[in-house]
């Protein structure tokens, strides 16, 4: 079992090196380093679940779990890179005749500049932040002439269930407007976030020990919270209704 458990841990570990690698190259324009990745983590994907299932063979118990974790993880690194090398190759194909300028300015064949943001993924917490800074660095670039630029770069920087929701969009001007009122509409939903700010407020686990240090990182983390409350824009009588409903939805129903 523990030879086991040492194989499964090195495609583990693989799987983390190619996930820091993106993480720190996430404007790589070469497709064939990509496709390379994306090749790695599909025989990745096929050892771990060999290995998995006698390590499952043995103790049907043992880290059933952990199976689940780790195939979402590889599987969204690999939809990532996908869609990063399906922007690359939409952004740099020669221009269509037969399509007029303003959508054949999608296809031009130009080395676009890097510009690092963090990735989203869908906490619709990070929303407002994600997109500002998108707003700022991509939207309001004056180096990115055309949406298809900006709309390549929006696809390198979602992943997991906020890249699903518009990977399927083709990297075109017209799609950039689509894609980010698709985002908008999923993750700008004011009294959602309030709700996911509550969930993490009572979420906040009690005090172990009663030093300095663990109050003063519970009381951060607790004003961390209500600090961003502070920022929505409702009053604080809709703030006390929003957080009833809340405690309100968390009690348990009885059974008839």
């Not at 974790?69 to 939409?90: F, G, H, I, M």
């Not at 690092?116 to 939207?139: D, K, M, Q, V, W």
């Not at 929006?154 to 890249?163: C, D, F, I, N, T």
């Not at 004003?223 to 968390?250: G, M, N, P, R, Y």
Request: charged share 25%; with cysteine.
């Amino acid at each position: 079992m523990d030879t086991l458990k040492k194989k499964r841990s090195t495609y583990k570990a693989q799987f983390t090196r190619i996930e820091k690698w993106y993480n720190a190259n996430i404007s790589c324009d070469d497709k064939h380093q990509l496709m390379s990745c994306i090749d790695i983590l599909k025989e990745n994907l096929v050892n771990y679940d060999s290995i998995q299932n006698e390590i499952e063979l043995l103790d049907s118990a043992s880290d059933s779990e952990d199976r689940e974790e780790y195939e979402n993880k590889c599987l969204d690194l690999k939809c990532t890179l996908q869609a990063r090398v399906e922007a690359l190759s939409q952004v740099s194909s020669p221009p269509d005749p037969g399509h007029s300028s303003h959508n054949s300015r999608s296809h031009i064949n130009i080395k676009l500049p890097n510009i690092h943001l963090n990735t989203f993924s869908g906490n619709c917490i990070e929303y407002p932040s994600f997109i500002n800074l998108f707003r700022a660095l991509i939207i309001n670039n004056s180096q990115l002439s055309s949406n298809a630029e900006k709309f390549f770069y929006l696809k390198s920087y979602l992943k997991g269930e906020a890249l699903k929701l518009i990977d399927k969009l083709p990297v075109t001007d017209d799609n950039f407007v689509i894609a980010l009122d698709l985002l908008h509409n999923r993750y700008s939903n004011q009294r959602q976030i309030i709700r996911s700010y509550y969930q993490q407020l009572l979420a906040t686990p009690t005090l172990q020990k009663c030093n300095s240090q663990s109050l003063r990182q519970f009381v951060a983390n607790s004003k961390a919270i209500l600090d961003a409350l502070d920022t929505v824009k409702l009053s604080k009588a809709e703030l006390f209704e929003s957080l009833l409903v809340h405690l309100l939805e968390q009690k348990p129903t009885s059974n008839y």
